[in-house]
């Protein structure tokens, strides 16, 4: 087996947020200064359930879902709001 000498073990610098996403067309923004979607895109949810004060394994869990969110907030995790945009389909 062959190394891909060109593939680095490790990100050359830590991500911030919104880094990594896909390109929107010109002149979309993924979410406003309010947390709104472009009209024909879905907002994205994420909630966080505050391990690290909590002294156990931090997660989140992310969906488009507004239903689901709110249910995850109501289990005492820690609503992030919109994180992101997606497509509707």
Same mark, same amino acid.
Do not use: F
């Given at each position: 087996?062959?190394?891909?000498?060109?593939? $680095?073990?490790? #990100? $050359?610098? #830590?991500?911030?947020?919104?880094?990594?996403?896909?390109?929107? +067309?010109?002149?979309?923004?993924?979410?406003?200064?309010?947390?709104?979607?472009?009209?024909?895109?879905? +907002?994205?949810?994420? /909630?966080?359930?505050?391990?690290?004060?909590?002294?156990?394994? $931090?997660?989140?869990?992310?969906?488009?879902?507004? /239903? $689901?969110?709110?249910?995850?907030?109501?289990?005492?995790?820690?609503?992030?709001?919109?994180?992101?945009? /997606? +497509?509707?389909?």
């Amino acid at each position: 087996m062959k190394v891909d000498d060109t593939r $680095s073990p490790h #990100p $050359s610098s #830590p991500r911030k947020r919104g880094e990594g996403t896909l390109p929107l +067309p010109p002149g979309r923004e993924t979410v406003d200064a309010v947390g709104q979607c472009a009209g024909d895109l879905v +907002p994205v949810y994420r /909630a966080y359930n505050n391990g690290n004060i909590r002294g156990i394994d $931090s997660n989140h869990r992310i969906t488009s879902n507004l /239903a $689901s969110y709110q249910a995850q907030i109501a289990k005492g995790w820690k609503g992030e709001g919109v994180v992101m945009c /997606a +497509p509707a389909s």
